[in-house]
T-cell receptor
């Protein structure tokens, strides 16, 4: 079975642009969470989606948005990119909403804003 | 708010030896879960071990074990018989029971296993 897949792997954008990152969860997993990992730091929680609804949100500005599709894949959108948005964006999936057994992560999208 | 602190930015160990990574956390919650994740250069976060706060018994997974001290809010990871493939960043993480997928991570410890 395929793990959590994220695309693209790497991305370079200019300040002020918009970006869309994509995540496909493990087959059968209905929950997707997004994390931002700035260089030298641990990941920070951005969103969780379960059954196509936002179920949790971290302390990120409204420039960050996401959605989940009927097939449970997800998109993370960031508008008006800032240099500080440069980071590794990780997607994690789990079968249900409150998975206390840990999440399965993808390998991330490395976003560089210039 | 919960916080997770990893006080060792970098550590190294000789192959086949034992190493312990430290983690402390701060919370007023009583029901929660603690995790250790490994992030090799491939960038994928891999779950190493998980501990339920209401269980006193320390979790063990093959060469990996934890020392969970709930009163002291300490959660250290012991790696026995270290292997070259254990070289990675290790992150300690906290999750409140019933939270909406919100894992709170520490800043990580970079572990190098030397031949």
């Amino acid at each position: 079975d395929a793990g959590v897949t994220q695309s693209p792997t790497h991305l370079i954008k200019t300040r002020g642009q918009h970006v869309t990152l994509r995540c496909s969860p493990i087959s059968g997993h209905k929950s997707v969470s997004w994390y931002q990992q700035v260089l030298g730091q641990g990941p920070q929680f951005i969103f969780q989606y379960y059954e196509k609804e936002e179920r949790g949100r971290g302390n990120f500005p409204d420039r960050f948005s996401a959605r989940q599709f009927p097939n449970y894949s997800s998109e993370l959108n960031v508008n008006a990119l800032l240099l500080g948005d440069s980071a590794l964006y990780l997607c994690a999936s789990s079968f249900n909403q409150a998975n206390n057994y840990g999440y399965t992560f993808g390998s991330g999208t490395r976003l560089t804003v210039v | 708010a919960q916080t997770v602190t990893q006080s060792q930015p970098e550590m190294s160990v000789q192959e086949a030896e034992t190493v312990t990574l430290s983690c402390t956390y701060d919370t007023s919650e009583n029901n929660y879960y603690l995790f250790w994740y490994k992030q090799p250069p491939s960038r994928q976060m891999i779950l190493v071990i998980r501990q339920e706060a209401y269980k006193q018994q320390n979790a063990t997974e093959n060469r990996f074990s934890v020392n969970f001290q709930k009163a002291a809010k300490s959660f250290s990871l012991k790696i026995s018989d270290s292997q070259l493939g254990d070289t990675a960043m290790y992150f300690c993480a906290f999750m409140k029971r019933g939270s909406q997928g919100n894992l709170i991570f520490g800043k990580g410890t970079k572990l190098s296993v030397k031949p």
